[in-house]
């Protein structure tokens, strides 16, 4: 801070401005150690993301694809099949080595209950890999179904 105590020249008027260049000073030496430091505090753990990519599905042989359709009708591999008659299904190839994976395609307007009964089924037999096929463009035909029966 800077003051005049006295002048020789008789002039007693005291200067009480504050002298803010050490105050600027301080100020950048601290911010420069705190850009300095953060990235030093700062910890992650190291990582490798997943990258997301749309991949075609690759339907081999050993694949199941079980359909569901709007009125609860089952399909394995494209022949009806009654729901009770899944589990026995789904444990004898579930025993096989590599297990296969099962596939569900489900009609857009198939209510949760008929493919519920599906995955419960899948999980009860065994499989331990399940997907779900659908189609991109199901999201617009869905808003497009909507509107169509709001109307």
């Not at 301080?26 to 705190?34: E, N």
């Not at 709007?70 to 190839?93: F, S």
């Not at 857009?108 to 009860?124: D, L, P």
Request: with cysteine; charged share 20%.
């Amino acid at each position: 801070m800077g003051m005049s105590v006295g002048s020789d020249s008789g002039d007693d008027t005291e200067n009480s401005s504050i002298n803010t260049t050490p105050l600027v000073d301080v100020m950048l030496v601290l911010l420069i150690i705190f850009l300095i430091t953060i990235p030093v505090v700062t910890k992650q753990v190291p990582l490798t993301l997943p990258t997301i990519s749309n991949e075609a599905t690759v339907t081999k042989p050993e694949n199941i694809v079980i359909e569901v359709t709007a009125d609860g009708k089952t399909y394995w591999n494209a022949q009806l099949i009654r729901v009770d008659g899944l589990v026995p299904r789904i444990e004898q190839v579930a025993v096989k080595v590599p297990q296969p994976e099962v596939h569900i395609r489900a009609d857009i307007n198939a209510r949760y209950e008929f493919v519920g009964r599906v995955i419960a089924a899948c999980q009860r037999g065994g499989i331990l890999k399940v997907g779900f096929i659908t189609n991109p463009e199901t999201r617009d035909a869905a808003e497009r179904a909507a509107a169509g029966k709001e109307n």
